[in-house]
């Protein structure tokens, strides 16, 4: 079985209160210590390895992003899937020699940029046209941004999770979704779920109990961990 059958077959057959838990490394030494965890697999965000390079989230230019993912990879022997926010505007064929050669099994992909939702049928076409030239060697996660973008019916990111679907994508990614509507969103979505678990809110088995496939962190953990830093800091004087 290839690394990404692996990968996806980690997503199949999860009990309710039972998600895959992917916790997000923002470099090669955190992915260690996730990795060390016994976590079976690894999720890169975007935002916490934009911050460990020294760049605002969705200002890391592509080559920088593409390394850094490569050297968490290379840290590992466990499955890694690479937030890569909208694919720099690289064509399919492009994109996924990229992800490739960096050794992830899968990637996020979302569908707004710069603030704006992207037309969904136009996203779904350049999803399908990934899934084509990658096959079966990527685990793709089509990211809904409706929430985060302020458009709180659930409907709308149904309808645009079809799509994702219909063209390929392994899971749906309804980022920023309330906790409350999770039930809704997986009875009108097939496939598996990926929820973000919030810093206090409901835990991962509570969100596996609501509809969560998978529940991954964003830049939660690098955020916390930076808190802590900061607190050890102050006591050093």
């Not at 050297?71 to 490739?100: F, M, Q, T």
């Not at 050669?101 to 399908?128: I, Y």
């Not at 997986?186 to 678990?197: D, E, K, S, T």
Request: charged share 20%; proline share 8%; glycine share 10%.
């Amino acid at each position: 079985m290839s690394a990404a059958e692996t990968f996806r077959a980690l997503h199949r057959h999860r009990l309710p209160d039972e998600p895959l838990v992917l916790p997000g490394p923002w470099d090669a030494a955190s992915a260690r210590v996730f990795a060390e965890a016994g976590f079976p697999a690894l999720a890169t965000p975007s935002a916490g390895i934009a911050a460990s390079l020294g760049y605002a989230d969705g200002e890391t230019p592509a080559d920088e992003m593409f390394a850094a993912v490569a050297r968490i990879v290379r840290a590992v022997d466990v499955p890694v899937s690479a937030d890569v926010e909208d694919g720099y505007g690289l064509a399919p064929k492009e994109l996924v020699e990229r992800l490739l050669e960096t050794g992830v099994v899968g990637c996020n992909l979302e569908d707004s940029h710069g603030g704006v939702l992207k037309d969904p049928r136009e996203h779904a076409d350049w999803l399908a046209q990934v899934r084509a030239e990658a096959g079966g060697r990527l685990f793709l996660n089509a990211r809904v941004d409706t929430f985060a973008r302020g458009v709180a019916d659930p409907a709308r990111a149904i309808e645009r999770a079809a799509l994702y679907v219909a063209a390929g994508a392994d899971c749906v990614y309804p980022i920023g979704a309330p906790a409350d509507v999770l039930p809704l969103l997986r009875a009108g979505i097939q496939g598996p779920l990926n929820v973000f678990a919030r810093p206090g809110g409901p835990s991962p088995r509570d969100l596996g109990e609501l509809g969560a496939t998978r529940v991954t962190f964003g830049p939660g953990l690098q955020r916390r961990a930076m808190a802590a830093l900061g607190e050890i800091a102050a006591r050093l004087g």
